[in-house]
């Protein structure tokens, strides 16, 4: 189990300080729920990395604000974050149109679409989206209809549903404009513009995976540069921190 500090010790702290702890709660979970919640970044059999997981929940820790706060966790399943933020004192509502395993006094979960639920008015100071919004209306996890125009549908909602000032972090697949399949976008740069109208970008940073294991911090312009390429296991990552205007 991760056990969050309190007291006067910051979500930075707590992060920097409990990333071991962390990591072996996850592996320990994994053992006893279904594989696909082994998406913590780390192949425990042969140590390399595989997901853009190391570099985005360190960011998100770093740049979330203080609870209390009221959380929206889009595309909470094969991941632990809603839980570990509910530990943290954040009272978190996670969605996904998949179910989910783990249950917290500060947690609730809402199986559905995002884009078309209804969540009856209520807004949020934080939403967060780790590496969902470029599967939306896509066939990855699910047989919904088709809709090429869902990411944008979804970011129109989460401003909708943030509360004055309120706060984003989304990662998403960047580089080279491209859809790959049914399964995800990559987003370019003319891309995240336009699907941050309305935010004012307080912080981000861009990350390059090679091989399929190593990350490797890179600037903006070399990002737009980069091309997604599966056979290779090559592709960059952004993640921005934003506000709501």
């Not at 209809?145 to 989460?158: E, N, Q, S, T, Y």
């Not at 399949?181 to 987003?187: D, K, L, S, T, W």
Request: glycine share 6%; net charge positive; with cysteine.
């Amino acid at each position: 189990m991760i056990v969050a500090k309190t007291g006067k010790t910051s979500i930075r702290e707590w992060w920097i300080n409990s990333w071991p702890r962390a990591y072996i709660s996850k592996t320990i979970i994994a053992v006893r729920m279904p594989k696909f919640y082994v998406n913590f970044g780390v192949d425990t059999k042969t140590g390399k990395s595989y997901s853009e997981r190391l570099v985005e929940l360190p960011f998100l820790f770093r740049n979330i604000r203080e609870p209390p706060a009221e959380v929206l966790d889009i595309g909470c399943t094969c991941s632990i974050l809603s839980i570990q933020l509910a530990m943290l004192g954040y009272s978190v509502t996670g969605i996904d149109i998949q179910n989910y395993y783990f249950r917290h006094k500060n947690f609730d979960f809402v199986k559905g679409d995002f884009n078309t639920y209804d969540f009856k008015g209520k807004k949020f100071d934080i939403i967060v989206d780790i590496s969902a919004i470029e599967h939306f209306g896509l066939h990855t996890f699910s047989n919904m209809k088709l809709d090429l125009d869902a990411d944008r549908k979804a970011m129109r909602k989460i401003r909708a549903m943030l509360k004055p000032g309120g706060q984003l972090i989304i990662t998403a697949p960047f580089g080279v404009h491209e859809l790959v399949g049914n399964f995800q976008r990559i987003y370019g740069k003319k891309d995240m513009k336009d699907m941050l109208k309305g935010f004012r970008i307080d912080n981000s940073r861009y990350y390059r995976i090679r091989n399929g294991s190593a990350l490797l911090p890179i600037d903006a312009r070399t990002a737009e540069r980069v091309k997604y390429d599966a056979k290779n296991g090559e592709y960059a990552v952004v993640m921005i921190s934003a506000t709501r205007v």
